[in-house]
């Protein structure tokens, strides 16, 4: 199975700021990766696909870039709404196997 | 307006079955592959599987951890996706999502990445 890890697992920042949060792949699965955001209590909601692509309705504040074993998400100007849980998933092989997750909270 | 409704959770014993639903609308449900995603108490996410389209053959695949346990199928004359969970484990406990799930073709690859979550039902293994 592909393992799949975050880095950093949690971060605080402050309204404004411009955020990165990093995704690797045990191996390499081309750009076969998406993003998820995940607020408390909710659903996941689905932001990006094939590593850099916007889902519907996403903003383009978020962005994801990356290819092979190593990827980005970047929230260019971190708004309230934007407090969450993001989580990577690769879908290049089976399982679909998540990240753990990288928890955004306020500074 | 595109819509997943899951149904089916609840307390059930371990050892014991468990049928969930996923029923769709808003979208030509037999269009898509269909998948579950669970989410354990105070856990990150874990994909459990999916359903290919009738087009690309029904088919299915699953995580280790659910592989001969769980059953996943689909009615599309319903627009109903189901998750058959038998021989429940306390570690089975969690919340499940069905999502959609959308196909990127490569050559003679096919990779599916979701869109659509719905909102989710808890499922609980205990005595």
């Known amino acids: 199975d592909i393992q799949m890890t975050q880095s950093p697992s949690s971060l605080s920042a402050s309204v404004g700021d411009r955020v990165t949060i990093t995704c690797r792949a045990s191996?390499?699965?081309?750009?076969?990766l998406a993003w998820f955001q995940q607020k408390p209590g909710k659903a996941p909601k689905s932001l990006i696909y094939?590593?850099?692509s916007l889902q519907s309705g996403v903003p383009s504040k978020f962005s994801g870039s990356g290819s092979g074993t190593d990827f980005t998400l970047t929230i260019s100007s971190l708004q309230p709404e934007d407090f969450a849980t993001y989580y990577c998933q690769q879908y290049n092989s089976y399982p679909h196997t998540f990240g753990p997750g990288t928890k955004v909270d306020i500074k | 307006e595109v819509q997943l409704v899951e149904s089916g959770g609840g307390l059930v014993q371990p050892g014991r079955s468990l049928r969930l639903s996923c029923t769709a609308s808003?979208?030509?449900?037999?269009?898509?592959?269909m998948s579950w995603v669970r989410q354990a108490p105070g856990k990150g996410l874990e994909w459990v599987g999916f359903?290919?389209?009738?087009?690309?053959?029904?088919?299915?695949e699953y995580a280790a951890s659910v592989k001969g346990r769980f059953t996943i199928s689909r009615d599309d004359s319903k627009s109903i996706a189901y998750l058959q969970m038998n021989s429940l484990k306390t570690e089975d406990t969690a919340v499940y999502y069905c999502?959609?799930?959308?196909?990127?073709?490569?050559?003679?690859?096919?990779?599916?990445?979701?869109?659509?979550w719905g909102k989710g039902t808890t499922v609980t293994v205990s005595s």
């Open positions: 094939a590593a850099s």
């Open positions: 359903i290919r389209s009738k087009a690309y053959g029904g088919t299915t």
């Open positions: 191996q390499g699965i081309s750009n076969y």
């Open positions: 999502t959609r799930a959308l196909v990127t073709a490569i050559l003679y690859y096919y990779y599916y990445y979701m869109d659509v």
């Open positions: 808003g979208f030509t449900f037999g269009d898509y592959a």
